[in-house]
């Protein structure tokens, strides 16, 4: 820029007919110095990149009196040419302007200087896409001050912003900027910033207006921010319609958002943006309605509301004024006046305010509240029986307090049952109850678009996620959050329930709390009784999860009716459901406890993410299928644990042994509680090699927890009836029967019909063997009589299973064999068992030595190929046993053993006489006995 003594002064119209025309001539440092008039400039004035100052003339009172009018039929100025503040514009009054984008001037890519210009009665239309009456900068950064914007309008269909000016991207400033009377048709009446820096200092918003304030982002009478960052100090808004701001801005100070404009002491301040000192304003005795006296209050006043029941004509609007809006207390403290906004899509809206802005002891019904940005506080405030699309109270881009409130049968056909936190809300929720509330997602509370509320000493009770009005749901029965970092401190979680498609019930998921692609954080909480088909408790989706000291107890994973399931999760994660890879899940310090699953892993099922558990303890927890205490993929070094107890679950502790051992965990049949605390301790370290049942261990479980790697089980003979599934707890070791003089097993094991007798766990390199048994009673989904799902090898000698009934394996299921592990059947029997597939075997990679494999129903063995058979298989055990109709074994057949058959005549499943194993005892059973009359074998 040249130095003012050689900066050229070229005026208008003296030495150039035209604004253009002069600007054309000019040079950088030139003034282009318009005389004051009106000029119609025939089109659009464009500075072309040149660092000039374009200056107008000023009337005595300093306003200017240089008028370019755009007649309705052009854009005024355009700065387009990366000028920057060096291009000025000075004491200019734009107006007539008309353009889709900035009707009065357009800047882009540049940052002018204007000073004391006005834009009045400017227009953004002819077009669906319409931004910018008075001015409209894309990507620019220039500087105003002492401007006025009036009158000036943006109109077209949804996509209308910012009457006055719009600011998109860049950067702006704004110091002693006025917007009076300007309008959108759909946001940001005075001012619309989009993804732009924009800084306002001693400015002013008044009678501004835009569309209705509603979800699609609409309303901002004054100012509509929408991401970006807007400061804001010793800035007034007031008697903006719909609200004087929307979205979030940084307030710097001395602010002022007011309803009302009113000066009635004509000092130049709106009367209601004077603090001096709290008024009580009375509703009904002073004012009749409430929204009348929340107009009126200034700041710091309160609206004061008798007790009883206010039906609202109009929705209460607080925009941002610093006011206590207060209910009666009933004697039980709960509140005793009850706002009823039936009929109205909202009882209160919210805009702008701070913590400043109380709402406490009212009982909303009808419907319900919306905060839009700000940090109100909420205390004692009950909402009840609201039915909406977006919960009872709905926060965006808002981050209120909320103390002792209570959310109840409330109903919404979206999210949010209760609450619903969208688009980076942070709440903080104090000692809240939600109760009752039902929604497709979130029954509860509904958190999404990375909203990272903070929940401290919280109940959520009785609430559900289900399907409503056509739209599916079941997700987060008490508590939904899709991003953000949610943080839940001291909360419990009972009894809330998930209920997915209302065909197949899929997406059912997360009983009490599910959360996806989040960071939450969950210390000292309590799930207790809640139901999903997958994750009763709770289930996490590619997260970051920490939990510490948390209790989930009772929790349960249900069945799908009798059908089979059509996704893996379902049925699975009684306590918690952890699902997808590159996430991860840290546990310390938690009880799983009691939890049930109608397939695996009743306590944790783990299908992916990077898992690390510390001093917790699973206990007592039931899936119908395996690993009651946990289920998980085994990645690499995936799962890690330290200080962990697993004992009692059902019908086994965990599905594999592929983890990553730090130290001190323990796996016991039995829970034993040494210190009285209600949870299970690990107690003595096993030594004992050597051990006998029941001389020196009561039981067979009790000789199984005590047992050391390598150990001897010795049973006596005699019938032995365990409660539970006996786990061998991944242990090397074998469990011994005794046998009579002929070499027969003596020791049986009964597991009475309920239960699986024997599950077989342990890593890789490790041999299970049982030897001398009886294995009879066991019901179970896979391997009634034994479920062997070690990866190591197992070795069953001299053994029976008879009468045992399962799914699949109805004597015996073996999972899996790799190939340095051996699954070997030596001298056994198996007679008399039944399932859907393989009655009396069911395995991968078995051998079969000197074994018989007969009698069962439907089928004798099925399952791999890799199965070696050097035995005798058939449906009829007299093709593998000569003596198979020595009922009584004397070593012949005689006429004792055709009474014994002629007794279970009839129907007799399962019975020796049924030689055909066909499940009657008939003519074909009697022509057998008779084909082998007489002595079939040396006594």
Not at 588 to 595: E, I, P, R, T, Y
Not at 760 to 778: A, D, K, S
């Amino acid at each position: 820029m040249l130095p003012a003594s050689l900066a050229d002064v070229i005026h208008v119209p003296q030495d150039q007919p035209t604004i253009q025309a002069g600007i054309d001539v000019a040079s950088d440092g030139d003034v282009v110095l318009i005389a004051a008039g009106t000029y119609q400039p025939d089109s659009t004035i464009d500075t072309l990149g040149k660092a000039i100052t374009v200056q107008g003339a000023v009337d005595a009172s300093g306003l200017p009196a240089t008028i370019v009018d755009g007649q309705g039929e052009r854009r005024v100025f355009q700065v387009l040419n990366e000028e920057d503040a060096a291009t000025i514009f000075e004491n200019l009054l734009v107006t007539g302007g008309q353009a889709s984008f900035g009707g009065g001037m357009f800047i882009e890519d540049s940052g002018p200087t204007l000073a004391n210009c006005r834009f009045e009665n400017n227009v953004a239309s002819d077009s669906d896409d319409c931004r910018g009456g008075g001015i409209y900068v894309r990507n620019g950064d220039p500087t105003l001050t002492d401007c006025v914007f009036k009158g000036n309008t943006v109109s077209g269909t949804d996509m209308s912003f910012g009457g006055g000016l719009y600011a998109n991207s860049g950067r702006a400033s704004l110091v002693d900027c006025h917007f009076i009377e300007n309008s959108s048709s759909v946001a940001g009446g005075g001012l619309y910033t989009n993804d732009a820096s924009v800084s306002l200092t001693g400015c002013g918003f008044e009678q501004n207006t835009a569309g209705e304030s509603d979800s699609r982002g609409y309303g901002g009478g004054g100012v509509h921010c929408i991401r970006g960052i807007v400061y804001v100090v010793d800035t007034t808004l007031c008697g903006n319609l719909p609200d004087q701001v929307r979205g979030e801005f940084i307030d710097g100070g001395e602010n002022c958002l007011a309803v009302s404009c009113t000066d009635a002491d004509g000092d130049g301040v709106a009367d209601n943006c004077v603090d001096d000192g709290p008024d009580i304003l009375q509703v009904p005795s002073e004012y009749s309605t409430i929204s009348a006296a929340v107009a009126a209050a200034g700041i710091g006043d309160i609206v004061e509301i008798e007790a009883g029941v206010h039906p609202l004509q109009e929705r209460i609007d607080i925009d941002g004024q610093r006011i206590t809006i207060r209910g009666a207390l009933a004697k039980d403290g709960r509140p005793a006046t009850t706002i009823d906004g039936t009929g109205l899509d909202l009882a209160l809206y919210s805009s702008n305010c701070g913590d400043d802005t109380v709402i406490e002891n009212l009982r909303f019904i009808g419907s319900g509240v919306y905060l839009l940005s700000g940090s109100p506080t909420i205390v004692n405030c009950v909402f009840d029986g609201i039915e909406s699309a977006r919960g009872a109270l709905f926060c965006e881009y808002a981050s209120p307090t909320l103390r002792n409130c209570v959310f109840e049968n409330n109903l919404s056909s979206s999210f949010g049952g209760g609450m619903a936190c969208w688009s980076l809300s942070s709440p903080k929720l104090i000692d809240c109850v939600f109760r009752n509330n039902v929604s497709p997602k979130g029954g509860g509370l509904h958190c999404f678009f990375r909203a990272s509320p903070v929940l401290n000493g919280c109940v959520f009770e009785g609430n559900s996620a289900t399907s409503v009005d056509g739209v599916q749901g079941g997700h987060g029965g008490g508590m939904y959050c899709d991003g953000g970092s949610p943080v839940l401190i001291d909360c419990r979680f009972q009894d809330n329930t998930t209920i997915g498609s209302q065909i197949n019930y899929t997406g059912s998921i997360g009983g009490g709390f599910y959360c996806e692609d989040a960071s939450p954080s969950l210390a000292g909480c309590t799930f207790l009784g809640n139901s999903s088909i997958t994750g009763g408790g709770a289930s996490f989706y590619r997260c970051d999860s920490i939990l510490a000291d948390c209790v989930f107890e009772s929790n349960r994973s249900d069945r799908i009716g009798n059908s089979q399931p059509i996704e893996s999760s379902e049925g699975s994660g009684g306590g918690i459901y952890a699902g997808e890879y590159q996430s991860t899940l840290t546990l310390s310090d938690c009880v799983f406890a009691g939890n049930t699953a109608a397939r695996f892993g009743a306590g944790l099922r783990n299908a992916g993410p990077w898992l690390s558990i510390q001093g917790c303890v699973f206990q007592s927890n039931i899936a119908e299928l395996t690993s009651g205490g946990m289920a998980f993929y085994s990645l690499e070094d995936g799962v890690k644990m330290t200080d962990t107890i697993f004992c009692g679950n059902q019908p086994n502790q965990i599905s594999s042994y592929f983890f990553v051992d730090d130290g001190d965990n323990c796996f016991r049949n039995h829970c034993i509680d040494h210190d009285g605390d209600g949870v299970a301790d690990c107690g003595d370290v096993e030594t004992d090699l050597e051990l006998s049942v029941p001389d020196e261990y009561p039981s067979i479980a009790h000789a199984l927890d005590a047992a050391a790697p390598g150990a001897v089980i010795d049973v006596a003979a005699g019938t032995y009836r365990p409660d539970f599934a006996l786990s061998t707890l991944g242990k090397p070791l074998l469990i011994r029967g005794s046998t009579d003089e002929r070499g027969d097993p003596t020791t049986i094991i009964d597991g009475q019909g309920e239960h699986t007798v024997f599950c077989v766990e342990g890593p890789e390199g490790i041999t299970t063997g049982f030897e001398n048994l009886v294995i009879t009673g066991g019901s179970g989904v896979y391997g009634g009589g034994m479920f062997d799902l070690s990866t190591g090898a197992l070795s069953v000698v001299n053994a029976v299973f008879t009468g045992n009934e399962a799914s699949r394996g109805g004597g015996l299921y073996s999972y899996v064999s790799y190939a340095d592990s051996t699954k070997a059947l030596v001298g056994s029997v198996f007679n008399g068992n039944s399932s859907y597939d393989g009655g009396g075997v069911f395995g991968f990679g078995l051998t079969l030595t000197d074994t018989v494999v007969c009698g069962n129903t439907p089928d004798q063995v099925d399952g791999s190929s890799n199965m070696t058979v050097t035995s005798c298989i058939s449906r009829i055990c007299l093709d593998c046993d000569p003596c198979g109709a020595d009922f009584n074994g004397d070593f012949k057949v005689d006429g004792a053993d055709l009474s014994i058959l002629m007794a279970a005549w009839g129907d007799c499943e399962g019975c020796p006489a049924d030689l055909n194993g066909d499940g009657m005892v008939d003519m074909e059973d009697l022509s057998l006995l008779q084909a082998s009359w007489g002595i079939c074998a040396e006594s």
